[in-house]
């Protein structure tokens, strides 16, 4: 176990050279001229050199990757041009913290429902029950978030007026965005559970069980269900790592400041070096979510071979 999680973070260093390589990139893939972009348009020639030797623009492009790098490593992700704030007080101040606590409430709520409506499914097969959950989790998983979003608000917040219409602070206002965000999510692992549950239940040892005369509870819970969960797990890392990058449309309809709405916000002032720290902070969260997700391969399956 030792020796496979550090050959996974090993691993890590390339797709991280490849992301900040991508990251820094974005800056110079950009149409026209960067510094022109974040001065503005009524800015004079001198602002314009002004703003690109801020921005260290005037080096080789190597000498601005590697700079870029090693401000990186130490926590350095530039200054946000239209607040003036560093960048990296800028995404932990209170966004981070809000997009976690999404994601978190998001993806349980995906896992629960999602769980429970496959194991039902596949014990099921072929039920009005089983035909019913894939219908309703085809149903979810074909609605945009932004559209179910917009309902959610319509029928709870405005009709009912049962919950806040927007913003993040009370357990109120984290109902209507994590069912959004977690509708999708759960239609995905409700089908992915049963896929495998109905894998799982006709191997060989499942029916020796049934044979043995262990009770169905105990034979879908801790034989079939274990065995099925590591594509579940895969999905759900997927999911979580991605919800970690921000929720970009859950946040804008629902005006939560979090990192999706930050990254929208920044897109739209041309705030490039804040655009660039944000999504640099997202890819590699996904990274590392994606490394906990390998090793809690070996803690749902001992018998899983990491070497």
């Known amino acids: 176990m030792l020796i496979y999680t550090l050959r996974r973070l090993i691993q890590i260093i390339p797709v991280m050279i490849g992301v900040t390589l991508a990251v820094f990139l974005m800056m110079h893939l950009i149409p026209g001229d960067p510094a022109r972009i974040m001065a503005g348009e009524a800015a004079d020639p001198v602002q314009v050199e002004q703003m690109r030797e801020n921005l260290g623009l005037n080096d080789p492009l190597y000498v601005q990757y590697f700079r870029y790098v090693g401000n990186a490593i130490q926590g350095d992700l530039g200054t946000s041009i239209r607040t003036k704030r560093d960048v990296v007080d800028e995404i932990f101040d209170q966004r981070f913290a809000i997009t976690v606590q999404l994601a978190v409430i998001g993806t349980a709520l995906s896992v629960l429902l999602g769980l429970v409506a496959g194991i039902i499914s596949a014990t099921r097969k072929y039920s009005f029950i089983d035909v019913s959950v894939m219908i309703a989790a085809l149903f979810g998983l074909s609605m945009p978030n932004f559209w179910l979003g917009i309902m959610l608000i319509y029928l709870f917040a405005v009709n009912m007026g049962v919950l806040p219409v927007a913003g993040w602070g009370t357990w109120q206002h984290m109902i209507l965005p994590a069912i959004t965000l977690g509708t999708g999510g759960a239609a ?45 797990v895969t999905v759900v890392g997927l999911q979580f790592g991605g919800l970690l990058g921000g929720a970009i449309v859950t946040e804008t309809v629902f005006a939560i400041n979090g990192l999706g709405r930050l990254i929208i916000d920044s897109i739209r002032a041309h705030d490039f070096p804040m655009v660039q720290g944000t999504i640099l902070v997202c890819a590699v969260l996904f990274v590392m979510v994606n490394f906990l997700v390998d090793i809690t391969y070996r803690l749902i399956n001992k018998r899983i071979d990491l070497n």
């Open 188 to 232: 995905i692992i409700a089908r992915m559970t049963r896929s495998s549950m109905l894998e799982v239940i006709n191997q060989d040892y499942i029916r020796t069980a049934y044979a043995k005369g262990v009770s169905d509870k105990l034979v879908i819970y801790k034989h079939a269900l274990r065995n099925a969960l590591i594509p579940v």
